[in-house]
């Protein structure tokens, strides 16, 4: 886990693969954990799965709370995922809601080859496991995905997910902080083969 940027009220975590985003009962490493041995205070305000790598936002000034939930819940962070899906994925809006509730992903064709595409994805919203399930429901699933991708789950070792852009409203000065991350080494092969180079 390295930090990818910080200042005296946020952070923001490139997480790894296999490294679970918050405490639980059976864990006992995770990022908030990990966080919590440089900062007295670590604020929560969304996650990634555990197969799912990339960046992660967290307060650590409890008076960036406010603002941080509220451009949660007012849509104003944007985070953008870049992912290797089975199958040729079609650009557009994929919609279907998730336990009920209404999830919406904006999907970017970057590349098709091999039987895969290389996508950038774009959460509006941030429902649970949102993006694997609607690349599922569209028939093209994350490479790697064991859990809802069926026999696309063997494609690749790890899921082919990373959060790759986030963009937020700094919850101090309101000016916008943008943070990339490059895609691991772990899917760079993968990645490369889907836009056939």
Same mark, same amino acid.
């Given at each position: 886990?390295?930090? $990818?940027?910080?200042?005296?009220?946020?952070?923001?975590?490139?997480?790894?693969?296999?490294?679970? %985003?918050?405490?639980?009962?059976?864990?006992?490493?995770?990022?908030?954990?990990?966080?919590?041995?440089?900062?007295?205070?670590?604020?929560?305000?969304?996650?990634?799965?555990?197969?799912?790598?990339?960046?992660?936002?967290? $307060?650590?000034?409890?008076? $960036?709370?406010?603002?941080? @939930? %509220?451009? !949660?819940?007012?849509?104003?962070?944007?985070?953008?995922?870049?992912?290797?899906?089975?199958?040729?994925?079609?650009?557009?809006?994929?919609?279907?809601?998730?336990?009920?509730?209404?999830?919406?992903?904006?999907?970017?064709?970057?590349?098709?080859?091999?039987?895969?595409?290389?996508?950038?994805?774009?959460? #509006?919203?941030?429902?649970?496991?949102?993006?694997?399930?609607?690349?599922? &429901?569209?028939?093209?699933?994350? @490479?790697?995905?064991?859990?809802?991708?069926?026999?696309?789950?063997?494609?690749?070792?790890? &899921?082919?997910?990373?959060?790759?852009?986030?963009? !937020?409203?700094?919850?101090?000065?309101? #000016?916008?902080?943008?943070?990339?991350? #490059?895609?691991?080494?772990?899917?760079?092969?993968?990645?490369?083969? $889907?836009?056939?180079?």
């Amino acid at each position: 886990m390295k930090i $990818a940027w910080a200042d005296a009220h946020v952070v923001v975590v490139d997480k790894p693969f296999g490294l679970a %985003s918050h405490p639980g009962p059976t864990v006992t490493d995770d990022v908030v954990t990990r966080l919590k041995r440089t900062y007295p205070y670590v604020g929560l305000h969304h996650r990634l799965d555990l197969p799912t790598s990339g960046l992660l936002l967290f $307060a650590i000034d409890p008076a $960036a709370n406010p603002s941080l @939930a %509220s451009a !949660f819940s007012g849509r104003r962070v944007q985070r953008t995922y870049k992912a290797v899906l089975v199958g040729r994925a079609t650009g557009g809006v994929w919609d279907r809601p998730i336990d009920g509730q209404t999830a919406v992903t904006h999907v970017k064709v970057h590349g098709q080859q091999n039987g895969l595409s290389a996508v950038h994805l774009k959460l #509006e919203t941030g429902r649970t496991h949102q993006i694997r399930i609607h690349a599922a &429901l569209a028939g093209t699933p994350v @490479a790697g995905d064991r859990r809802h991708g069926g026999d696309a789950g063997r494609r690749w070792p790890r &899921l082919a997910l990373h959060a790759a852009r986030l963009r !937020f409203p700094h919850p101090i000065t309101g #000016e916008e902080v943008a943070v990339e991350s #490059e895609i691991p080494d772990d899917l760079v092969p993968l990645w490369h083969q $889907a836009l056939g180079n």
